[in-house]
Nanobody, 116 residues
Protein backbone atom coordinates (compact mmCIF):
# COMPACT_ATOMS: atom_id res chain seq x y z
CA UNK A 1 0.00 0.00 0.00
CA UNK A 2 1.41 3.36 -1.06
CA UNK A 3 1.09 5.93 1.71
CA UNK A 4 2.52 8.96 3.45
CA UNK A 5 2.09 9.34 7.21
CA UNK A 6 2.78 12.69 8.87
CA UNK A 7 3.55 13.25 12.54
CA UNK A 8 4.92 15.96 14.82
CA UNK A 9 2.21 18.59 14.70
CA UNK A 10 0.88 20.29 17.81
CA UNK A 11 0.33 23.51 19.72
CA UNK A 12 3.27 25.85 20.34
CA UNK A 13 3.67 29.43 21.49
CA UNK A 14 4.69 32.09 19.01
CA UNK A 15 8.47 31.94 18.58
CA UNK A 16 8.62 28.25 19.32
CA UNK A 17 9.70 25.31 17.15
CA UNK A 18 8.24 22.07 15.82
CA UNK A 19 9.59 19.30 13.63
CA UNK A 20 7.25 17.50 11.28
CA UNK A 21 8.02 14.05 9.88
CA UNK A 22 6.53 12.24 6.90
CA UNK A 23 7.23 8.53 6.45
CA UNK A 24 6.66 7.03 3.01
CA UNK A 25 5.98 3.41 2.15
CA UNK A 26 4.96 1.31 -0.81
CA UNK A 27 6.89 3.17 -3.51
CA UNK A 28 10.48 4.06 -4.46
CA UNK A 29 11.02 7.21 -2.44
CA UNK A 30 14.17 8.29 -4.25
CA UNK A 31 12.24 8.69 -7.51
CA UNK A 32 9.97 11.34 -6.01
CA UNK A 33 10.22 15.03 -5.27
CA UNK A 34 8.80 15.59 -1.79
CA UNK A 35 7.08 18.71 -0.53
CA UNK A 36 5.22 20.19 2.40
CA UNK A 37 2.04 22.14 1.78
CA UNK A 38 -0.27 23.85 4.26
CA UNK A 39 -3.87 24.96 4.33
CA UNK A 40 -5.26 27.48 6.79
CA UNK A 41 -9.01 27.80 7.45
CA UNK A 42 -10.74 29.59 4.58
CA UNK A 43 -7.59 29.66 2.45
CA UNK A 44 -6.24 27.64 -0.45
CA UNK A 45 -3.55 25.03 0.02
CA UNK A 46 -0.12 26.56 -0.52
CA UNK A 47 3.36 25.21 -1.11
CA UNK A 48 5.70 25.58 1.88
CA UNK A 49 8.86 23.79 0.73
CA UNK A 50 10.05 21.27 -1.85
CA UNK A 51 13.00 18.90 -1.87
CA UNK A 52 13.59 17.55 -5.38
CA UNK A 53 15.22 14.22 -6.11
CA UNK A 54 18.99 14.08 -5.71
CA UNK A 55 19.37 16.56 -8.56
CA UNK A 56 18.09 20.04 -7.82
CA UNK A 57 17.86 22.65 -5.09
CA UNK A 58 15.26 23.04 -2.36
CA UNK A 59 12.53 25.63 -2.79
CA UNK A 60 10.82 27.64 -0.06
CA UNK A 61 7.85 29.95 0.07
CA UNK A 62 8.95 33.51 0.78
CA UNK A 63 6.92 33.52 4.00
CA UNK A 64 9.01 30.74 5.56
CA UNK A 65 12.50 31.41 4.19
CA UNK A 66 15.07 31.56 6.97
CA UNK A 67 12.69 29.92 9.47
CA UNK A 68 11.78 26.51 7.98
CA UNK A 69 14.08 23.79 6.68
CA UNK A 70 13.08 20.78 4.60
CA UNK A 71 15.30 17.71 4.68
CA UNK A 72 14.91 14.22 3.23
CA UNK A 73 16.46 10.97 4.41
CA UNK A 74 16.26 8.61 1.46
CA UNK A 75 17.57 5.69 3.52
CA UNK A 76 14.55 6.03 5.81
CA UNK A 77 12.08 7.14 3.11
CA UNK A 78 11.27 10.11 5.30
CA UNK A 79 11.06 13.86 4.81
CA UNK A 80 11.21 16.38 7.64
CA UNK A 81 10.17 19.99 8.10
CA UNK A 82 11.97 21.85 10.86
CA UNK A 83 9.96 24.94 11.76
CA UNK A 84 11.57 27.62 13.91
CA UNK A 85 10.31 31.00 15.11
CA UNK A 86 6.72 29.98 14.46
CA UNK A 87 4.17 32.73 14.01
CA UNK A 88 0.37 32.71 14.40
CA UNK A 89 0.07 32.99 10.61
CA UNK A 90 1.82 29.61 10.31
CA UNK A 91 -1.23 27.97 11.88
CA UNK A 92 -2.60 25.44 9.38
CA UNK A 93 -2.93 21.79 8.51
CA UNK A 94 0.38 20.66 7.02
CA UNK A 95 0.39 18.03 4.29
CA UNK A 96 3.20 15.92 2.93
CA UNK A 97 3.31 15.30 -0.85
CA UNK A 98 5.38 12.97 -3.02
CA UNK A 99 5.32 13.51 -6.77
CA UNK A 100 6.92 11.88 -9.80
CA UNK A 101 6.22 12.07 -13.52
CA UNK A 102 3.45 9.48 -13.19
CA UNK A 103 2.26 9.49 -9.58
CA UNK A 104 1.21 11.95 -6.90
CA UNK A 105 0.60 11.00 -3.26
CA UNK A 106 -0.70 12.96 -0.26
CA UNK A 107 -0.59 12.37 3.45
CA UNK A 108 -3.57 12.84 5.76
CA UNK A 109 -2.27 16.09 7.26
CA UNK A 110 -1.16 17.20 10.71
CA UNK A 111 -2.37 20.28 12.59
CA UNK A 112 0.11 22.99 13.57
CA UNK A 113 -1.08 25.80 15.82
CA UNK A 114 1.11 28.72 16.87
CA UNK A 115 -0.57 30.79 19.57
CA UNK A 116 0.08 34.51 20.02
Amino acid sequence: QRQLVESGGGLVQSGGSLRLSCAASGFTFTNYAVSWYRQAPGKERELVATSPTSRGSTIYADSVKGRFTIARDDAKSTVYLQMNNLKPEDTAIYYCNAKSWVSNYWGQGTQVTASS
